[in-house]
């Protein structure tokens, strides 16, 4: 076979838009993916909060490249990159070789190298850690319900996010939700209002990546949800009793980490120039100095533009992904690969119903009018008919009953090993 | 407090019904399940064949009993029952009084003593077990996909079904149409449609509850989908690398063991009469004769009917459900208990699309017009008005598009020690 052989390592959104603009040129494509979805990962908060259930936001990867006849899938995991040889290595010892590497990789949660931390905690990166999420809460409230301990039910009923950045904000919103709508009237004993959230951040605001009006006004919003916001506050130390946060000690069962991201540790083995969070500085061509064979994108691409990387977002990843097409089909024909330009495309957050912020350029958006915005615009960017009707219609049943469709827990029955610790003393019911 | 406390074991069909018809009673009620949800089981297959989501057939139980101030609901497992004293003792040693003990435990999947087979197949009696299969039937395809070992291939592209009660039935056809419509042209080495799916039964038919008319008929569909219908074969052995019918050795990776219940554990502890399978002989008003304190009701309740035993199915749990509140109500009044009498509300399976069977006393519907009515009975018993918008959304999908919703596959990342064994040698992928 005489056409390029292109292997891209990650069908994210950067991945997946790569393959789509690359399969129209005379190239065979392999895609590599660990998992055989794409996920959907700015409804992934939905997923751990019982909102959706997890097929609304996977969608089969080689479903996606059905229609694509020089597109391959493979369901592996990268294990080793030789760039001198030209070959990818995975999980199973099998050897690929590319003419051209694309890497979309994406990042995994950084616990800033604590392993203590990252066992104490729960980040938000796949369908396993949401539906485990989902498990944590969902249990805590049921242990909560059967124990007369009340400090016990007091840190079972505690949930703390790391992190104030839209993933974090989000959650806790969706927490709060949860506590003061959703299960109101469904226990006996306990009172699922009392469960307290907190959302900590070291920045000085929330949704530090905002404008300060919008920082300030979704505060404001998670304020009035009874989220408590310690933003300028440290993490000195969590464990499985609670967390530190500067000199006071949060009792709390559940700590959900959204601080920080950083690139999968394959990077690293490639000889690129990278920054602190392990991102691999890339040209205009999206390609490293140190290899045009290569090129990488989406949020492990450090790439910078006027001075300063721009961010690591969903839309940055889909315009390079199809940047990239461009740059393959200049090379094809021998000319100059054309440079990539970086178009900032707003951003938005979701606190909770009706409370949202959103910034385009200069337009700010608050309260009901950004959350129909984000709404409409999760709906249009979600992939696959079905998907879009379902989580329409149960972000429609939400808003009508306040319950949410997903309140079902899946794995670790009682007893498996895995389960969390009941409180103890727990006493028979009484009237 | 004064009135009696009725403690129901298990929340399904008939621990649902039976709460439902007693809190109008002056009664309290503590329901115990060790699971968070009531799980509508009919349609579990679906869940395993990625045709519905998790949350589309499980339902909070707390959330069925929100409007029932008498009803209290704990997430616990029994491990103990005491007749003497009248005490139920949780999995963490708590233990609960009772003046009334409703035991509505379901069935568990029966090996017939063989621990090994039971390491080899996997049974569907639980979400978990159904996102199991999901994963084995995906990652089996995907594994195919990368073998060049034409032998390690097609053991991993047959699927083994033991049992052809419905269950079975309604399995060995959803893989048969995955493998010849869902996967068409997703994949690029393997042809899924060469995936065999086999039907193995000691019994000499098919839906042996049925009449031997609709066994012949939907034997005749199976066969046209493609499925190989082994009946009145025995199975001599299974294991990880396949299963001896008769004299025959199928090599498999995927067996789904379809082929027999029995009572739980507890049921043998508690000093009733029992039958083979573990049910529990009662009388007319639900109990057994040995304690008229405790009734049993659904599958785990052996009830004879004109000198025979009534089938264990969801209407027959949810009439007895029903029937409790009658016969604890008279008793409450110091009247006797009316004695439940079965009525056969007939029987349904469905085989495919436009493929079913159902009887109604004596009036026999097959193909379009019985799956229609399968269709409407399945939508109209599920529990929640959001769980029927989203399956018939999800079944509309795969009416129009052959497709199915939910091939997301959500446990056990490669590598990760449950993930079945890649088969060997793979090679890279040429054109």
Partial sequence: M??????VVGAGFGGLHAVRALAHLPVRITVIDRRNHHLFQP??????????????VGYPIRKLFHGLPNVTTWMAEVTKIDRATRTVTLHDGVTVTYDHLVLAL?????????????????GLKTLDEALEIRRRVINAFEFAERTEDAEARRAMLTFVVVGAG??????????????????MGDFRRVDPAQARVVLVDAADRVLPAFHPDLSKRAWHDLDAMGVRVEVGRKVVNVDARGIQIGDEFIPAATVLWAAGVKAPDLTKTLGFETDRAGRVKVGPDLSPAEDPAVSVIGDIAWFEQDGAPIPGVAPVAIAQGKHLGKVVAARLA????????????????????????AQVGKLHLTGRVAWWTWLLVHIMSLIGFHNRLSVMLSWAWAYVSWNR??????????GRPDAPPPPQPVSPPSA
Wanted: charged residues 20%.
């Fill in 106 to 122: 994406g990042m995994v949660t950084n616990h800033f190298g604590r392993q203590d931390w990252a066992r104490a905690t729960i």
């Fill in 43 to 56: 409804l992934l908060y939905q997923v751990a909060t019982a909102g959706l259930s997890a097929p609304d």
């Fill in 334 to 357: 021998g000319k100059e690969a054309p440079p990539f330009v970086h178009k900032d495309k707003g951003a938005l957050a979701t606190i909770g119903r009706a409370r949202a912020v």
């Fill in 405 to 414: 469709s997903a309140r079902v827990v899946l794995q670790a029955p009682l």
């Fill in 166 to 183: 839209p993933t974090g904000v989000e959650l806790a919103g969706a927490l709060a939700e949860i506590a003061r709508k959703t299960l």
């Fill in 2 to 7: 005489s056409v390029p052989h292109i292997v």
